[in-house]
């Protein structure tokens, strides 16, 4: 199998914070798309995916994670692709979101997501993968990293990568 | 995604696998491991040129689901000795942002199996508090590696 290619698509590094950040226009030559988010936050936020500017309830997510000592499993429908939530802290955490199919109009759409997560209201560091379904059959032309509360601070990167097949 | 270099290693194990003068034109790094330990452990430390380590895992084993936390570079999973021959462990380590002057976001994917007597799948969330780019990586545990045990490092550019 040959190994998948990452061909960077777009990427932001904060200069000012910010309580989202889009791409868009995205090109539909690729099979995937990679979004590597690398958040600084001094306050709590979250890092969550919306596509195509739609904020309707259409995202259905199911999680399992270990906080080190317990391990859990819940799902929630909701307005957004779920990512990390994340409480003031001074070091970096990353998400790495998996985009399935993003270009296709004959299924919705699939996503892949693992983050160190701290916890939003007790800054429990947590490990998590997530399994996100878009209940859409349009093809992905516009990602909307959204910090639902607060914002992003200086220092926070984005980069979208596409995956050939 | 580029490969940087692959390192087998060869007849009569050797004691680490490493890579140095890792490229600083990346954006991210990928390690991608196939290792078997000549002793009873089946994990192994991945270690940079500097930094210390905190973690947090989930595991599976097909039965139950467990999750702990360490502070030691020993995250990256082989296949144990005592396994059926010609068993390998294999770990997907990804760093972000490698070349930045602070700490460093990881996130690792392993999986164990052992002909169907033990199994093992686990995602790490890992720390690395550092203040330096990562110019080297080593993986190395507390005996050698066996023949055919094999890393391939992978830069992400922004090309």
């Known amino acids: 199998m040959a190994t998948p290619t990452y061909t960077l698509i777009d990427s932001t590094v904060l200069g000012s914070s910010a309580s989202s950040v889009t791409f868009s226009s995205i090109s539909q030559d690729y099979r995937d798309l990679v979004l590597v988010v690398e958040l600084v936050s001094t306050n709590t936020s979250f890092a969550a995916l919306r596509f195509n500017s739609d904020s309707g309830s259409n995202y259905s997510n199911v999680w399992m994670q270990g906080d080190g000592s317990t391990a859990s499993s819940s799902s929630q429908t909701t307005t957004y692709i779920r990512g990390f939530s994340s409480a003031a802290r001074t070091n970096p955490i990353m998400a790495t979101f998996q985009i399935m199919d993003y270009s296709a109009t004959d299924k919705h759409k699939s996503t892949l997501t693992r983050s160190l997560d701290p916890g939003l209201s007790t800054p429990v560091d947590k490990t998590v993968a997530y399994a996100g379904r878009w209940a859409s059959t349009s093809a992905i032309t516009q990602i909307d990293v959204v910090a639902i509360s607060n914002s992003y601070d200086v220092g926070s990167t984005f980069y979208l990568y596409g995956i050939e097949a | ?159």
């Open chain 2, 1 to 159: 995604m580029q490969l940087i270099e692959t390192i087998e290693v060869g007849s009569g194990g050797a004691a680490s696998i490493e890579f140095t003068s890792i490229p600083q034109d990346g954006v991210d790094l990928v390690v991608k491991f196939s290792g078997r330990s000549t002793n009873g452990a089946n994990r192994i430390a991945c270690t940079f040129n500097s930094g210390s380590f905190s973690w947090i895992y989930l595991l599976g084993t097909g039965s139950s689901a467990s999750s702990n936390s360490g502070t030691n570079s020993s995250y990256v999973y082989t296949g144990d000795s005592d396994y059926t021959a010609n068993t390998f462990g294999n770990t997907e380590i990804y760093i972000a942002n490698y070349t930045s002057a602070t700490d460093k976001s990881i996130s690792v994917d392993a999986v164990n199996e052992n002909n169907a007597t033990e199994a093992i799948q686990v995602i790490h969330a890992v720390k690395a508090s550092m203040s330096q780019s990562i110019t080297s990586l080593t993986l190395s545990g507390s005996a050698n590696l066996a023949q055919y045990s094999t890393a391939s490092l992978y830069k992400i550019t922004a090309d």
